[in-house]
């Protein structure tokens, strides 16, 4: 019994890796391609991601299949509960990697503009985030993980820099309106991105110490 299960939660291993896998590719991928403003290396992100959602289903099904065989406790509970969690996680990645690639089509002429706010930045810092919680998850790397919940506060700080340096640009000149617009959809994409690789790190987190650490600074923010 004991090996049939250690059997079934590295083959859950696996799926998650090789999922986490397909999705770091896409995000490389898509920032590439709105770093270099080349729309040639988004073909094929919209058919990658059924690759990712088939994926999904497989681990949501080993999760239950787990759940309801061996009713695992304590760390093994966690893992399968932080693994669901993730596979959530990271199928959004999956989702916004194909909202970023149609995106870099409609911004592919705007290539100064994008330099100018700071948006190349952001989405570095986003897709190093992702890259750092998914080692994280693969090595169990507790500090790692900490380290992209510390950073998600870097990418919010530009989030609201380049919102506010789009709007400024609108009010300055109409005909930057529709070009700012989708910027200003394309930066929310990427800040969700980090959010994503945020709460894989937390994910991480609860299933090595035990610790609940989302909303964490909200709710020392309100007890202070």
Avoid at 57 to 66: A, D, F, G, R, S
Avoid at 89 to 109: F, H, M, P, Y
Avoid at 182 to 187: A, D, P, T
Wanted: hydrophobic share 45%.
């Amino acid at each position: 019994m004991q090996e049939h299960f250690n059997e079934e939660i590295e083959n859950l291993k696996t799926s998650l890796i090789k999922m986490a896998t397909l999705v770091d590719e896409q995000v490389e991928r898509v920032i590439t391609a709105l770093e270099t403003g080349d729309a040639q290396l988004c073909k094929g992100i919209k058919a990658k991601d059924r690759e990712i959602d088939i994926y999904d289903n497989l681990i949501q099904t080993q999760c239950e299949n787990i759940l309801a065989l061996f009713q695992p406790v304590a760390i093994d509970l966690r893992f399968v509960l932080s693994a669901l969690m993730t596979n959530n996680q990271l199928e959004r990645c999956g989702d916004i990697a194909v909202n970023i690639a149609q995106r870099v089509k409609k911004t592919n002429d705007m290539q100064s503009l994008i330099k100018e706010s700071h948006i190349l930045e952001m989405g570095q810092q986003a897709k190093l985030m992702l890259k750092e919680a998914i080692d994280a998850f693969i090595n169990n790397d507790i500090q790692m993980a900490k380290k992209v919940v510390d950073s998600d506060e870097i990418v919010d700080n530009l989030n609201k820099q380049i919102f506010n340096f789009l709007v400024e640009k609108m009010k300055a000149d109409n005909a930057l309106i529709e070009p700012c617009s989708h910027l200003i959809v394309l930066i929310r994409n990427i800040e969700r991105l980090a959010d994503h690789a945020c709460n894989i790190a937390r994910n991480i987190v609860f299933y090595v110490e035990a610790k609940i650490i989302k909303h964490q600074a909200r709710l020392n923010r309100q007890t202070e």
